[in-house]
């Protein structure tokens, strides 16, 4: 059965630190390029970094560069997104998200074939 399961989501006031971590099974991570994607109700899925098979390129959405950093262990076949200087607009539910080589943008969710459940991140004084 092919699964990821987030976890490290909570609630902290502005200014502070928190890690996702997103553990596979199911899939080898070194196959994929692993996203994190975060979603508001009533809003559209969008990509907030991700990571290629290789571990050698990544991507940030311009709304968290220089404060998010993904990275992978493919030792443990999990992904993490450390998330520092976290504001109230980062606000949303996480997902990771793993998609196969097919050439297309990995930004864009549809490249992506399997998901995870989702993991609240809530920002606020």
């Known amino acids: 059965q092919v699964q990821l399961v987030e976890s490290g989501g909570g609630s902290v006031q502005p200014g502070g630190s928190l890690r996702l971590s997103c553990a596979a099974s199911?899939?080898?991570?070194?196959?994929?390029?692993m996203g994190w994607f975060r979603q508001a109700p009533g809003k559209e899925r969008e990509v907030v970094a991700y990571?290629?098979?290789?571990?050698?390129?990544?991507y940030y959405a311009d709304s968290v560069k220089g404060r998010f950093t993904i990275s992978s262990d493919n030792a443990k076949n999990t992904i993490y997104l450390q998330m520092n200087s976290l504001k109230p607009e980062d606000k949303d539910v996480y997902y990771c998200?793993?998609?196969?080589?097919?050439?297309?943008?990995?930004?864009?969710?549809?490249?992506?074939?399997?998901w995870g459940q989702g993991t609240q991140v809530t920002v606020s004084s």
């Open positions: 998200a793993a998609g196969p080589a097919t050439g297309g943008s990995y930004r864009e969710d549809r490249n992506y074939d399997t």
């Open positions: 199911g899939l080898t991570i070194g196959g994929y390029t």
């Open positions: 990571i290629s098979w290789t571990g050698r390129t990544t």
